[in-house]
C-alpha cells in the first residue's frame, strides 16, 4: 500500500507531468472511467493505468464489473444490429472520419 499522501501521488501521475500535456489533449483525468457501452462508466474499484514505457502511474480507472459487461454485451448486440442497417456508403464516411480525427491526434498518441 503506498503510504504517501493522496495529493502526493495524483501530483505525481503522468497525467499532471506538463511533459505529458498530450494526455489531457486525449481526454484523459486523473480518474477515468474504464467502461463504454454507449456512454462512460464503471461500476469496479478503481485502479492505477501503469506506463509500460516507464513504469509510472498514467492516471486511475474505474474498472468494470460483471454487471457492467453484461451491459457491454447488450449494448453490442443492439450497436450491432443498427450498424448493420446503415448503409454501406454511411458506414464508409463513418469510418474515415475516425481515421481523420486519429490523424489529428497522431503527434499526442
Not at 77 to 84: F, H, P, T
Request: with cysteine; glycine share 10%; charged share 25%.
Amino acid at each position: 500500500k503506498n503510504s504517501r499522501p493522496l495529493a502526493a501521488r495524483c501530483m505525481s501521475m503522468l497525467v499532471n507531468d506538463p511533459a505529458y500535456s498530450c494526455l489531457g489533449d486525449v481526454g484523459i483525468k486523473e480518474l477515468n472511467e474504464g467502461v463504454y457501452y454507449g456512454s462512460w462508466g464503471g461500476r469496479g474499484k478503481v485502479v492505477p493505468s501503469i506506463s509500460p514505457i516507464n513504469e509510472q502511474p498514467i492516471a486511475n480507472v474505474i474498472e468494470g464489473t460483471v454487471e457492467d459487461y453484461e451491459d457491454v454485451v447488450r449494448a453490442s448486440k443492439e450497436a450491432s444490429k443498427q450498424w448493420a442497417m446503415t448503409p454501406a456508403p454511411v458506414r464508409g464516411e463513418v469510418i474515415r472520419q475516425i481515421g481523420e480525427n486519429l490523424r489529428a491526434k497522431l503527434e499526442p498518441l
